[in-house]
């Protein structure tokens, strides 16, 4: 069974910076696009952004030029480099995955625990 394991997670004050990690361990055949989800109280989860294999990047809008995704594909790792945070960007940090276990199964979507990223003076 494939699983998604986040860490960097932490409180810093608006204008720092921090990197999440996320790494895909387990039963992996292949992965498909990776990409980070955000859900902050009282809200709905929202994409923050997503690499396909290939490396292709796409942005939520209220992020872009500010967070910086990719991935290591011979680590099946994928990164969130987050700069210029603001006190909205806290919210619990989700790990995705689209990944197929073997090959006689589709890719499926995986998702990691979740990590708290808190931006606070």
């Known amino acids: 069974q494939a699983q998604l394991v986040e860490s960097g997670g932490g409180l810093v004050q608006p204008g720092g910076s921090l990197r999440l990690s996320c790494a895909a361990s387990g039963s992996i055949f292949s992965i498909n696009t990776m990409g980070w989800f955000r859900q902050a109280p009282g809200k709905e989860r929202e994409l923050v952004a997503a690499?396909?294999?290939?490396?292709?990047?796409n942005y939520a809008g209220s992020v872009k030029g500010r967070f910086t995704i990719s991935r290591d594909n011979a680590k099946n790792t994928v990164y969130l480099q987050m700069l210029s945070l603001k006190p909205e960007d806290t919210a619990v940090y989700y790990c995705?995955?689209?990944?197929?276990?073997?090959?006689?199964?589709?890719?499926?979507?995986?998702w990691g625990q979740g990590t708290q990223v808190t931006v606070s003076s």
């Open positions: 690499i396909t294999s290939g490396g292709s990047t």
């Open positions: 995705n995955a689209e990944l197929a276990p073997s090959y006689r199964e589709r890719a499926g979507d995986y």
